[in-house]
């Protein structure tokens, strides 16, 4: 997404959490890649979606530092809950300390393990999921929660535009890219589901299971 055009839209809408500020600074100068982390308008995207839906389940894919988890979890209604799953349990102290300090850390359950193992595992439907990981379990882990989810179920997938890559030629070196223009392509042709691709940040694909 261009920089300016984003630092224009954050200057109009409403202001970033200062927890999440807080978050959000502590990712950039303790972690690596810290641009995985939703910042201020796709944060305030998936608050206000969750807002709209109103889901009682909410499924997780890929917590990293929290911040999405957060915006989230913002947006549930009352007794309802967020599962939130992440392959680094490295990350799991760091996750309780700021959820902690969130009154909304009490509606989050965390999962530490591989999307593609546990979601297998969950016995239960969600009424909206979240995915953010890597790029190649895309497919696989869309294919395994179709499974088990009803219709009327969202889904929203992050960086689905991945830095403008897959409307070039790409390296068959370049693997995670070559997996989001396959999957892209892959929702493209499916009749399971509505679909819409928002050009926020890196781009968010919106599906409504039919």
């Known amino acids: 997404m261009d ?50 839906i109103r889901p009682r389940r909410v499924l997780e894919l890929g917590t990293f ?69 890597d790029k190649r379990d895309y497919k696989s882990c869309y294919d395994l929660l179709l499974q088990h989810q009803p219709s009327g179920t969202f889904i929203l997938i992050d960086n689905t535009l991945w830095n403008g890559k897959p409307m070039r030629e790409i390296s068959c070196k370049d693997t995670q890219s070559l997996a989001i223009a396959d999957f892209n392509d892959y929702i493209a042709a499916d009749s399971r589901v509505e679909k819409i691709i928002l050009p926020i940040r890196d781009g968010l694909t919106v599906l409504l299971v039919k």
């Open 3 to 52: 920089e300016l055009l984003e630092r224009y839209i954050c200057s109009r809408i409403d202001p970033e959490p200062e927890l999440l500020k807080e978050l959000r600074r502590e990712t950039y100068v303790r972690f690596l890649n810290p641009r995985m982390s939703s910042g201020h308008l796709q944060g305030r995207v998936l608050a206000m979606l969750c807002k709209m």
């Open 65 to 133: 530092t929290g911040y999405s988890t957060l915006c989230l979890a913002e947006g549930l209604p009352e007794g309802s809950r967020i599962l939130s799953i992440d392959r680094n349990d490295e990350l799991e102290e760091h996750l309780k300390t700021w959820f902690s300090r969130s009154e909304l850390g009490s509606k989050i359950d965390l999962l530490f393990g591989e999307a593609l193992d546990l979601i297998p595992k969950l016995t239960e439907s969600f009424d909206l999921v979240y995915m953010d990981i």
